[in-house]
């Protein structure tokens, strides 16, 4: 994996946290990933079928 730095709002970082104590997540950054993923099939890989 590479590393990235990304800034973000308060909120979405209060968002991950409340995400992460719920246990939905082991980290913010698997939920940023899962996020991305999510993204990225939706927007760019969905659209190659």
Known sequence: MKLVTVLLPEAYLEGLDELVRASMYPSRSA???S???DMLKRELWGRRE
């Open 31 to 33: 939920a940023i990933r």
């Open 35 to 37: 996020a991305v993923r």
